[in-house]
């Protein structure tokens, strides 16, 4: 079945960085888009990024745009999520999803598989 594992999540203060990771496991990893989203406690899972299946098409969502960047190795079947400038509006639990698509979307609902999320924490 489709795994996909989180990690690099931690606690850091405002004006750090993170580099997240999501190890794909059981799916066609170069053939479907991937994403990131985050949820902080008390509100709705939000888009972060998203990235197309060979890597040449990404997409951010507002917020992050400028300060974080989507990346893929298809070879390793990861994706990741680099995170700098980080502030504390970024404190959430982060996502990882697989697409349905060869092409990403800021929906939740164009993604099939979801990995357990890892946490980020950002400091005043």
């Known amino acids: 079945q489709v795994q996909l594992v989180e990690s690099g999540g931690g606690l850091v203060q405002a004006g750090a960085s993170l580099r997240l990771s999501c190890a794909a496991s059981g799916l066609a990893f170069s053939y479907v888009a991937m994403g990131w989203f985050r949820q902080a406690p008390g509100k709705e899972r939000d888009f972060v990024a998203t990235?197309?299946?060979?890597?040449?098409?990404?997409n951010y969502a507002d917020s992050v745009k400028g300060r974080f960047t989507i990346s893929r190795d298809n070879a390793k079947n990861t994706v990741y999520l680099q995170m700098n400038s980080l502030k504390p509006e970024d404190t959430a639990v982060y996502y990882c999803a697989a697409g349905r698509y060869a092409l990403g979307s800021g929906s939740a609902h164009s993604y099939d598989a979801w990995g357990q999320g890892t946490q980020v924490t950002v400091s005043s």
């Open positions: 990235i197309s299946r060979g890597g040449g098409s990404t």
